[in-house]
Structures are given as C-alpha cells and as structure tokens.
C-alpha cells in the first residue's frame, strides 16, 4: 500500500483518510459514461471539496481530465506552484485587479462584466499580454454571469478584442434534479449558443448532476461531486453511474477509555445521561476538526468492525462513544467515515448536503493519503 501524508510531522491521534485508487476508478466510470470526444473538467475547488487538490489533481490528471476547475485565483496559483501545468480555469468571479495575477500564471477567467474586460484591455496595452477566459452566461443560477439580454453584444465585444483569447462560453444549472427548471436554462443556453459562431470554443454547461440526465449541445462536462464518490440530488430520468465510492475516511485513535456509573452524565451539558453501568471511550476530533456539534449523539462510529454510538455534546476537539462490552485499549481506532458510516448520513440529519460537510473537514485534520 502506497501511503502518503500531507504533513509529515503529524501529531495528532486523528485523521482524513483519502483513497486515491477510487478517485481514479471514480474518474474512469465518469468517463466512460461521456461520449470518447467530449473534454471533462474536474472540479476541484475548495481544496478538492476538502480531499487535498494539489493530491488529487496529478491523480485525476493520469486518468485523463482535460481541464482543471477552481474557485479563485488563488487556489489556482496553488496548483501551479504544485507543478500543476494544466489548463486551469477560475469558476467563480476573478476581480479586474487579479486579472493580471491570472494572465501571468496561465490560469484562465470566468469573463462577464465590461469592469473586466477592461481590465483585459488594459493590461495587454501596458504589457502586451492577453487573457485567456471562458464567457459566463447567467441562463437563470441568478449568481454571476452576463445576462441572456447582454449575452450577444457582449460575446460580439469579447471576441473583437485583442487583449482576450477566448477559449469557451459556459453557465450553470441551478436546478439539475428538476427537469422543467433546467430545460428552461438550457432553453436560454440553446437561443444563445445558435446565434454565435462557436468555432473553436469549449462550450460547457452540465455538472455532475447534469452530466447523468441531459444532452446538450456541449463539448466539455465539469465532473464535481462525483469524482468523490458522491452523488448529488438527481432527476427521475438521470442515468446514475453506479459504482462511484466515496475516497474519504475519518479516523481517530482513542486516547482514554473510562467506566461510568448510571445516571451519570458525559460531556457539556449532560445531554447523555447513562442508563447503565457504561464504558466511554474518547478521541480527539470535535467541531473545530468539521464535525459538526448538531451531530452529538445522531451518530455512529467504528470499533474493530462494531458499531458504537457517540453520546454527549460533541466538543471542540474532543468526542466521546459507549464501547461497552467491547475490548479496547489506548490506541485502538476509531472509524468515524467509512462505506457504512456515510457523510451522506451526516448530512441528513443536519439537513445539508454531503458537499458542505465534506469542505469542514480540511479545517484541521491532516490527511493520509492511500492507494
């Protein structure tokens, strides 16, 4: 077993755990769902949904993804100081005084207000050195874009200016699980595309929801949530890719184990009061690890294979469970994420998706990484 840490000074008695042998099978199923022809651009924002990114972009890179995409330019000069040298391409708004930090470092730009096109013009009139940038349509996510009544005027403005090499025109559904929203935005995408000259362009609109429902005129898919072993929330017609598995693992080692009398109580609060003679058992991961405290006594762990379940308040470092009748010492793990203990799991009984609790865990909790 290949085994990497992201630090190599770790100590602490806890940690994520990422298989990158299933980020790669992972990345290997999405890709056989697409058409050979079709370009995959591999969401990895947010420090790879908290997985590591400068870990899983040469993993996904092997496999075969053609593009990267981030967040900020930040996370993008992350990745090239990684010795990442593929296209790189920002998916949230890059300010107009940033553009210049993105042209340098070869990261390219989500372009839709004149503020940055502008900004473009200007700085290949000072240095001679063009933008690379995808247009982002607003086709209905309301969040950013340029509007579908701007869309041409600023497409025909873009293209006639020598400061930006533009390589794609994108946009976002905001409703993928629901089929009459979404074909109203690619209603709007469709009107758009047809009336251009796309030559050239990498045209993407379908993420990871999108990628298993629709077809549409596309030639790049941005594969997120999926390439991590989870699903999104998906329409009635999606063709799931069955086999996905979740890369991440939550462990932490016990680090006290105590016995407790009944009626007493463990933890802030004394939310869990003991109905019997109980043995506890610690490990320090808490809140601040991205475990979050709505979580106390709703969850389960992993003991040499039996399931143990968490009682008390859980704290801001440390988390208790009831092991009783279990054999255990100092040093034994604890498995807090596995195939049967699900973030998914986690996520329903906070009422969020598995993306959000998934980014806490990058808080943190140094990482290992397997094959």
């Known amino acids: 077993m290949d085994i990497r840490e992201s630090?190599?000074?770790?100590?602490?008695?806890?940690?994520?755990?990422?298989?990158?042998?299933?980020?790669?099978?992972?990345?290997?199923?999405?890709?056989?769902s697409q058409p050979a022809d079709k370009k995959i651009l591999a969401v990895i924002k947010a420090d790879a949904y908290g997985h590591g990114a400068t870990m899983c972009a040469p993993v996904l890179l092997a496999s075969g993804i053609d593009y990267i995409g981030v967040a900020s330019v930040d996370e993008g000069l992350d990745l090239r100081k990684a010795k990442i040298k593929?296209?790189?391409?920002?998916?949230?708004?890059?300010?107009?005084?940033a553009i210049e930090?993105?042209?340098?470092?070869?990261?390219?730009?989500?372009?839709?207000t004149d503020e940055q096109l502008k900004a473009c013009e200007a700085l290949c009139a000072r240095q001679g050195t063009k933008t690379k940038a995808h247009i982002k349509l607003d086709t209905g996510m309301n969040r950013i874009g340029v509007s579908k009544q701007k869309a041409l005027e600023f497409i025909k403005q873009v293209k006639s200016s020598h400061a930006v090499e533009l390589n794609g025109i994108f946009t976002h559904l905001a409703n993928a699980e629901d089929e009459e929203k979404t074909k109203k935005q690619i209603e709007i995408w469709n009107n758009i595309?047809?009336?251009?000259?796309?030559?050239?362009?990498?045209?993407h609109i379908l993420n990871t929801a999108g990628?298993?429902?629709?077809?549409?005129k596309s030639n790049m898919v941005r594969a997120g949530i999926g390439l991590y072993g989870l699903y999104p929330d998906l329409a009635e017609s999606a063709q799931k890719i069955e086999g996905l598995k979740?890369?991440?693992?939550?462990?932490?080692?016990?680090?006290?184990i105590h016995n407790i009398k009944a009626g007493d109580g463990v933890s802030y609060g004394y939310t869990?009061?003991?109905?019997?003679?109980?043995?506890?058992?610690?490990i320090p991961i808490g809140y601040a690890d991205g475990v979050s405290r709505g979580l106390s006594n709703k969850i389960y762990g992993s003991l040499n294979g039996h399931k143990i379940k968490q009682v008390g308040n859980i704290t801001m470092d440390q988390m208790m469970f009831d092991i009783t009748g279990l054999e255990a010492k100092t040093g034994d793990i604890i498995e807090l994420l596995n195939d049967d203990l699900t973030v998914d799991n986690w996520a329903n009984i906070l009422?969020?998706?598995?993306?959000?609790?998934?980014?806490?865990?990058?808080?943190?909790?140094?990482?290992?990484?397997i094959r």
Not at 193 to 203: K, Q, V
Not at 272 to 282: L, N, Q, S, V
Request: include cysteine; charge should be positive; aromatic fraction near 6%.
């Open 7 to 32: 630090n190599a000074n770790i100590h602490r008695d806890a940690w994520v755990e990422v298989n990158l042998s299933r980020l790669a099978n992972n990345m290997e199923l999405i890709r056989k």
């Open 86 to 97: 593929a296209p790189i391409l920002v998916l949230g708004s890059v300010p107009a005084w």
């Open 101 to 112: 930090t993105a042209a340098k470092n070869d990261i390219q730009i989500p372009l839709f």
């Open 193 to 203: 595309i047809s009336n251009i000259d796309t030559t050239g362009l990498i045209l």
């Open 211 to 216: 990628l298993m429902t629709y077809n549409v």
């Open 246 to 256: 979740p890369i991440i693992g939550l462990k932490g080692r016990i680090t006290n």
């Open 272 to 282: 869990y009061i003991a109905d019997k003679d109980t043995k506890i058992a610690t």
């Open 351 to 369: 009422n969020t998706i598995n993306y959000e609790l998934t980014c806490r865990l990058k808080v943190r909790l140094p990482r290992v990484y």
